[in-house]
């Protein structure tokens, strides 16, 4: 069923509707307060502009695109595209962050032009994929984490010393775009840099099997023994399984590659609490640090949809571990009076899936957990995960939403509410797209049919073409050859 088929259908449901009209409001208020901005700040009703991206503009912009597209929110879409077409402007010189500039605008922008066929969306992606090349020129061909999107490089850190890691969830969440990049353009330079770092990483000794969450892009060596889900590892992991899902099912090293480290953090990281919740520890030189991250609580959502193409007799122990995962992040939200869950939650010194320390209560309205409840609700169709989400749309509106936008909160268990002063942009791409979907029909952007980026934008799925001559130039023919080359 087309996308806007679909939406004539369930607009007409209740919880669609609230999702439609949390989503008009935010968007509002970013237009009122801070247009042309990264991310709205609602106290102050200004915007803020996050260095992060390097001088580039409209980062909520850029990820509100397809959530505004799917929801049937035409006019808002339109406004959107109408300020990529006149005011992005690519000819920035400032450093930026090589991974949220690639899930953030390069996704975003792939994702629209998928959605909507509008060149303008192609044009841009191209442009922007090809600044962030400079960052490969490494001796290793390991990317730098920052970027000079006007080309200029080395980029130096303060004081004049080159920025000596890459960080693991950087360079390994490039993939899914750059593949597409190839196949748009028909290069095949972005698939050969992103499977030269695949290349690398077979190459090294991974402790127990596990991945280290730095590495030196000048070396190519680990820089420490420190493993983690969450913040640092987290979409690395994520990005294998889904390469694997968008070649429809032709990369069998990236099948190969999430297989192997799902079992090692399975056998190593995998704990029960003395109450009986499962979670996915940090692994620090051998010992284990027994805390969870918000962004961890991903892995129930990815663990399940890798569970149907495991190893024999695995399929049911993945949608386990992948349930009970998601069960526990929940239960790190029921336990706090807002219904919010922390950025980290502990499983020691009597903790159990709580947050004693103060300085890790905030909720910054990530969408991890409802990232899963959305996956799991299509793996299996249980009720609860419908029934959970809409405790976290309560919570948000709840607790969130004051009269300029929504904003995160300082401490989740606190009765006294205070405000961070920021609308995530990811807030308008992952949260409320999620949420949406959650309550959708399983046809709209159907799994079968699209994979999403670690930023929710969806990408299609590449189906195997029938005829050789159409192998030989598409990217899933290319992946195949580099696959054997490299």
């Known amino acids: 069923m087309e996308i806007m088929e679909c939406l004539e259908i369930y607009l007409d449901s209740s919880d669609i509707l609230v999702l439609f009209q949390m989503m008009k409001f935010a968007w509002d208020s970013y237009k009122r307060y801070a247009w042309g901005e990264n991310e709205l700040r609602p106290l102050s009703k200004n915007g803020n502009d996050d260095r992060t991206f390097g001088g580039l503009k409209g980062a909520s912009i850029i990820d509100s695109l397809d959530t505004l597209y799917i929801m049937g929110l035409d006019d808002e879409y339109q406004e959107a595209k109408e300020w990529v077409e006149n005011n992005l402007k690519l000819n920035v010189g400032g450093e930026a962050s090589l991974f949220e ?56 850190a303060p004081g004049g010393d080159l920025r000596r890691s890459s960080v693991l969830a950087e360079v390994g969440t490039l993939h899914l775009e ?35 969450n730095a590495l030196n892009p000048v070396s190519g060596n680990w820089e420490q023994h420190f493993v983690s889900i969450g913040a640092l590892g987290d979409s690395f992991y ?10 429809d099912r032709t990369d069998e090293e990236a099948k190969k590659m999430y297989y192997d480290a799902l079992e090692a953090i399975d056998k190593n990281l995998v704990q029960r609490s003395p109450g009986g919740l499962t979670y996915v520890a940090e692994w620090r030189g051998g010992v284990l640090d027994h805390r969870m991250d918000h962004l961890a609580c991903f892995s129930g959502g990815m663990i399940g949809i890798g569970a149907e193409h495991g190893g024999p007799g695995s399929r049911q122990h993945q949608l386990d571990l992948a349930a009970n995962i998601t069960h526990t992040c929940h239960e790190a939200y029921r336990r706090t009076p ?17 947050a004693p320390r103060v300085n890790e209560r905030h909720y910054l309205l990530r969408p991890e957990v409802v990232e899963s409840y959305m996956y799991m609700w299509r793996l299996t169709h249980d009720p609860k995960y419908r029934d959970w989400g809409w405790e976290v749309l309560e919570a948000l509106e709840q607790h969130c939403r004051i009269a300029t936008g929504f904003s995160g909160v300082i401490d989740v268990y606190s009765h006294m509410i205070q405000h961070d002063n920021l609308q995530q942009s990811f807030f308008l791409a992952e949260t409320l797209k999620y949420l949406y979907l959650l309550f959708s029909e399983d046809d ?38 580099l696959i054997g080359l490299l």
């Not at 994520?238 to 070649?247: A, D, R």
């Not at 807002?338 to 010194?349: A, I, N």
Request: one cysteine or more.
């Open 101 to 156: 500039v690639n899930i953030r605008y390069v996704g975003g922008l792939l994702s629209a032009y998928y959605l909507t066929g509008e060149e303008v969306f192609k044009r841009k992606a191209v442009e922007l994929g090809r600044k962030l090349l400079p960052a490969f020129n490494t001796p290793t061909g390991i990317p730098h984490g920052v970027v000079n999107l006007a080309g200029s490089w080395p980029w130096r």
């Open 178 to 212: 750059f593949v597409h990049l190839s196949e748009l353009t028909k290069d095949s330079i972005y698939i050969e840099k992103v499977m030269n770092i695949r290349k690398h990483l077979n190459q090294l000794d991974k402790p127990h099997g596990l991945y280290p």
């Open 238 to 247: 994520e990005y294998l399984i889904k390469s694997y899902l968008m070649s």
């Open 338 to 354: 807002t219904m919010l869950g922390p950025e980290v939650f502990r499983f020691d010194d009597g903790a159990e899936a709580t």
């Open 444 to 481: 709209l952007l159907s799994l079968e049919d699209w994979v999403f980026n670690t930023e929710a934008h969806p990408l299609p799925v590449i189906h195997r073409n029938c005829t050789q001559e159409a192998e030989d130039t598409h990217p899933v023919g290319l992946l195949a050859r």
